[in-house]
């Protein structure tokens, strides 16, 4: 019986944060058939943890910001300009309020406050922040006691703190505890592959990510080591030079199970 080991899938962190917002449903519910169809081996790196736990953070920080500058200050602004009273119920004109503090939120705030590529679509939707305040609002204020506004940024604040508590639990099932999605691995990764993928413009976080499953590979904690990202503009455009550098392949989740069988 051969005692080779077995090719390991080791996920980006764009794909553990695609998981766990609902982000690429449809790529990584192939990704999930084939693992289980194979009965693949998937691996996060000691990096790749680090980094989703520190863009949570800045996510949960983010929302709270938002919650505060823009949902408060705004509705608060224009019943000061109309004359109305914080202790009114909301109602339709609150909703408006919204509207023009999501219309002026700037780009470079979300990219500041979230950092990097998740600020443009992986991790955070603010589009969807955006909607699911407005539901709130509409369910509140048609209420048959619709609250005043300090109430309603109570009741805000604890919709928004659920959810941060409920992704916060999906990731500590996906990687931290169960597993469910995949097993974090400890490696340190090689400081000369790390600048080697630097050279041809990879971000920090994703060189490290990358050598990292390079050098579980070369230290035979695994086969053949195949990264799986679904970053499609600063990772898998490099893929070629990728291989080049340090010999590893990056990939689409819809191909990865393919790529162990080289």
Known sequence: MSSAKKAHLFLDSSVVLAHLTGQHQKVLEKLKKDIAKGGLDCAVSDSVVGECEDKINMLTDFLGRLLVE???EKVSGQRRVHKRSSNEAIDYRDVLAVERAFF????????????????KGGLLD?????????DFLDVESSSKQPP???QAIVRLNALILKLISDLKMMFDSAIRIRHDLAKPIKIVPNPVDVAKLSVIGLHND?????????????EGVCGRAVFVTVDYSTILPFQTD??????????DPLYAAYHTRV
Request: charged share 25%; aromatic share 6%.
């Open 70 to 72: 823009i949902i408060k």
């Open 104 to 119: 002026e939120v700037d780009p470079h705030y979300v990219i500041k406050s979230i950092g990097g590529r998740f600020a």
């Open 126 to 134: 603010l589009k969807s922040v955006e909607a699911l305040i407005v």
């Open 148 to 150: 005043d506004l300090p």
């Open 206 to 218: 994703d060189a490290n990510h990358i050598a990292s499953a390079k050098e579980a590979e070369r």
């Open 242 to 251: 990728i291989l080049n550098k340090i010999g590893i392949w990056c990939c």
